[in-house]
């Protein structure tokens, strides 16, 4: 039996406790020991299905949960029926002759939706693969992380979104298989998943970044590249306004030659005080990717630098003594943040998963960005880091890069994209900081996106400003999906109603 429910109903609170769900019935959905994964799936598919139509029968919302990481509370749904696919987490490899001509199949993986990032990561090296871009942590399940294109720092890289090559999501009236038209698994392959071919670009765009609101992603095929090895510099660097220049025009090696060392980075990461951001040091991750070769030195995480946030622990502090808020903020930097493997130290490596923390949950979290054109940088980087201070943010401002992540709602949404989030304390005084920013980056006319999951304070009128055509298109593609508005309204809560992702 594939769903089981979990206790009686009751209060939920996510990960990070940012919201709960007051009444909610619960329910796991549990991976089987079938053998093959289109067994596992067609029972899974078949469960959920009918678990879809008793909720409908009884009136009731449906939230599926991932990890419950995600701080802008699209994971609550208020007294509905939660499912929790964390328990549904097994990987299995696919065969050649169950993809289509032309794809090879040794580069993909059958991953079930409540895996974590971290147990797909691990599978895919145990057999000489690797994903090629996370999060910086890796505690989120595949399907949670892709609904709200999660991504990292790789620059040449966009969302983790961009692995997936097939979807099986649930719908209330039918399971489909979805695909870019080209095609990637087999008929018979889908129609042993307990699911119906769906091969349209327009649709799989959509099904890649679902916002939890396309039905419930039961599985995911996942493509990778060959196994590589890391080799992480991290070192504190008063940086210079130029920098910004080069970063902004995408020459991350003249960056990593100034601070770091002369090659050409794969991974570059910039933690800053916005409180004289250009006169206190930064904190700078660099990873270099180097051919694997398995007999590297072994190196802790902690040696190689896995896990940023120990920034988080301020708490209330930094909001009752305003006079001391840069101060201590580089105070935190410096004690908060494992310093090295720096130029001079002896070099350590890892494979991408070695160098990745599950995360512990921070109760009083704050989490929030603006994904902008990499070529606006320096402007809108002065701008938030005033913007941030004037109103008193009490948190770092971590700068990351991205190529245009794959999804019609991906926020990496321009051809190069800077990421700059706002991490650390929760207080409400942050929030309005936050706010101010972007009310600034409006008045300037500057073009930027928010992170779904983050506290962003999006709103309907934004998203669809921001993603306009994009958004039209997957809201057609939803409704292809689901055509049925009873059975859209399924996956109504308050969260995405206000986004208009639902309605
Ligand atoms: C400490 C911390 C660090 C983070 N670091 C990063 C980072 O480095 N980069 C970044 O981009 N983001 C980051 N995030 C954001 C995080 O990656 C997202 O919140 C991600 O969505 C969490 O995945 P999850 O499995 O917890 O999903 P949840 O929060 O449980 O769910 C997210 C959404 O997906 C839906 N969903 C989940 N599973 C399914 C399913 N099977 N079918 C359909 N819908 C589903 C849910 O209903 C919900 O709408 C961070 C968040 C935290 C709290």
Redesign the pocket.
């Known amino acids: 039996m594939p769903i089981v429910q979990l206790g009686d109903p009751g209060r939920w609170t996510?990960?990070?406790g940012t919201g709960f769900c007051r009444d909610a019935a619960r329910f796991g959905l549990r991976s089987g020991d079938a053998q093959r994964g289109r067994d596992e799936l067609a029972i899974a598919a078949a469960a959920v299905q009918d678990w879809l139509g008793r909720a409908k029968a009884e009136g009731k919302r449906v939230?599926?949960?991932?990890?419950?990481?995600?701080?802008s509370n699209?994971?609550i749904c208020a007294d509905g029926w939660l499912l929790h696919?964390r328990r549904f987490n097994r990987c299995f490899r696919i065969a050649q002759d169950d993809v289509r001509p032309g794809i090879d199949a040794a580069r993909l993986m059958l991953v079930e939706?409540?895996a974590l990032v971290d147990e797909v990561s691990d599978k895919l090296e145990e057999q000489g693969r690797s994903l090629w871009t996370s999060?910086?942590?890796n505690g989120?399940?595949f399907?949670?992380?892709c609904?709200?294109?999660?991504?990292?720092s790789m620059v040449a890289r966009g969302g983790i979104q961009d692995h997936v090559r097939a979807v099986q999501i649930v719908t209330p009236q039918t399971a489909y298989w979805v695909e870019p038209e080209a095609g990637v698994m087999t008929d018979d392959f889908i129609t042993a998943a307990g699911a119906v071919p769906l091969r349209n670009e327009d649709i799989f765009a959509a099904a890649q970044l679902?916002?939890?609101s396309l039905g419930?992603?039961?599985a995911m095929v996942v493509d990778s590249v060959p196994k590589f090895l890391v080799r992480p510099i991290q070192n504190l660097r008063i940086i210079d306004r130029d920098a910004l220049d080069w970063l902004a025009a995408g020459d991350f090696r003249r960056f990593s030659a100034a601070y770091a060392l002369d090659r050409d980075p794969a991974f570059v990461q910039m933690i800053v005080n916005p409180y004289k951001p250009f006169r206190r040091p930064a904190m700078l991750r660099f990873l270099y990717r180097e051919e694997w070769r398995p007999d590297y030195p072994r190196a802790t995480p902690g040696e190689l630098g896995a896990g940023y946030?120990a920034l988080s622990l301020l708490g209330r502090f930094l909001d009752d003594y305003p006079f001391a808020r840069g101060a201590l903020l580089q105070f935190a930097m410096k004690r908060g943040y494992a310093s090295g493997p720096d130029v001079d130290d002896p070099p350590v490596y890892g494979s991408w998963g070695e160098g990745l923390d599950t995360?512990r949950p921070?109760a009083g979290?704050f989490?929030a960005s603006v994904t902008i054109d990499r070529a606006d940088l320096p402007h809108v980087f002065e701008l938030a880091c005033r913007a941030y201070v004037r109103h008193g943010g009490s948190t770092v401002m971590t700068v990351r890069f991205m190529e245009r992540a794959q999804g019609l709602l991906a926020p990496a949404r321009f051809p190069h994209n800077a990421v700059i989030d706002f991490d650390g304390p929760r207080s409400e005084r942050t929030a309005k900081a936050y706010q101010a920013v972007v009310d600034l980056l409006d008045a300037e006319g500057v073009a930027f996106t928010r992170?779904w999951?983050?506290s962003c304070r999006l709103d309907a009128a934004r998203v669809a400003a921001d993603y306009g055509e994009d958004l039209q298109r997957w809201l057609a593609a939803r409704n292809r999906l689901i055509p049925d508005p009873a059975d859209r309204a399924l996956f109504r809560s308050e969260v995405l109603d206000g986004l208009g992702l639902t309605c």
């Open positions: 996510n990960y990070h939230r599926p949960l991932g990890a419950g990481w995600s701080p699209i994971n696919t939706a409540g999060g910086a942590g989120q399940t399907a949670g992380a609904a709200t294109g999660t991504h990292g679902p916002v939890g419930i992603v039961t946030d995360h921070l979290l989490n992170h999951a983050k």
